[in-house]
């Protein structure tokens, strides 16, 4: 059995998912144990998002309904560059991503004796890695794009039948996030045209900017305020990622509710996805108290 100590890591194999999701799911169920006495009005329905850093999970969660009847929709997010009992209200912005994978299928041919009888899949893809990086950026909106991998070929003498590509558009617009996915398919179309072959397309992951709500807000600051190990009330910050939690704030809004992104400092020793990510364990009970007081209103 692992044995815990203050500033050291719990796992067995040296892995960990250095992001604070797993004290999110600790705050979740430590939330339903405290609110078994169901002593709240309303309903509380906790969500376990998954796929959360692929963007991946929030739309399938909508997609099954799970938010249809949401009036207020709160996510919560460990803050590790924020000392323990700091508390932000609220996320505001970010960037709507769209994560593509686009699939190249050519023809092998043998790259000496048939050359002109097979079709290159590596080819349209580098075509396609060239023309979406040189992609015009956009004066209304700040915007990211990158091509984070392709594997493609079959041998050193052999004209490629196959290549995968994935690629991200960001945007702190969620109209000009939707246009750079359609430029990027312009591209691939164009490149896998020129070259003879067939791409597919797929979106693996996405999010949306997110406006919370004030009244919403002016609720968590009040609650956080009033709370005996909360030190440093923030109403909100500005958020630099991609979250797809933000969609399902999104979805809520759209259906007459309310949403906001609530922020509750770890204190961690580095940084979000580095080796020296460790939160500390005391601000989980401290998000815990801040939700248990919201729900009871």
């Known amino acids: 059995m692992p044995v815990w100590t203050p500033g050291g890591f719990a796992s ?16 979740g169920v430590g939330l339903l144990h ?11 329905r906790v969500l376990f998002q998954p796929a959360e850093e692929g963007v991946r999970g929030a739309q399938t969660m909508i997609d099954a309904g799970v938010a249809d009847e949401i009036d207020n929709m709160l996510a919560v997010h460990m803050a590790g560059d924020m000392a323990v009992g700091g508390v932000v209200g609220s996320f505001t912005g970010g960037m709507a991503t769209r994560k593509l994978k686009v699939d190249f299928t050519g023809k092998a041919a043998h790259a000496a004796g048939t050359p002109e009888a097979g079709r290159n899949a590596l080819l349209a893809a580098s075509m396609s890695v060239l023309g979406i990086m ?26 490629p039948s196959s290549a995968v590509m994935t690629c991200e558009a960001r945007a702190t617009d969620d109209e000009v996030v939707d246009e750079l996915a359609d430029r990027v398919r312009s591209i691939v179309e164009g490149a896998s ?12 992951g996405q999010s949306a900017t997110v406006a919370p709500d004030d009244e919403l807000i002016d609720r968590i600051v009040d609650v956080a305020t009033a709370h005996d190990d ?25 259906r007459g509710g309310k949403g906001a992104y609530l ?35």
């Open 263 to 297: 922020m509750v400092g770890a204190g961690s020793p580095g940084p979000h996805h580095s080796e020296n990510f460790d939160i500390a364990e005391e601000s989980i009970p401290t998000a815990i108290e801040i939700l248990e007081s919201l729900i009871r209103g």
């Open 230 to 254: 909360v030190t440093e009330v923030i109403r909100t910050r500005a958020f630099a990622g991609s979250g797809d939690a933000n969609l399902l704030i999104r979805h809520v809004q759209r």
């Open 193 to 204: 045209l020129a070259q003879g072959v067939r791409a597919n397309v797929a979106v693996m």
């Open 34 to 44: 405290r609110l078994s006495d169901h002593d709240f009005e309303g309903t509380l």
């Open 134 to 159: 040189g992609l015009p950026r956009f004066s209304s909106a700040d915007t990211r794009l990158n091509v984070g991998t392709l594997v493609a070929g079959d041998g050193v003498n052999i004209v």
């Open 12 to 27: 067995t194999n040296g892995a960990m998912h250095a992001c604070g999701h797993d004290a999110h799911a600790t705050i």
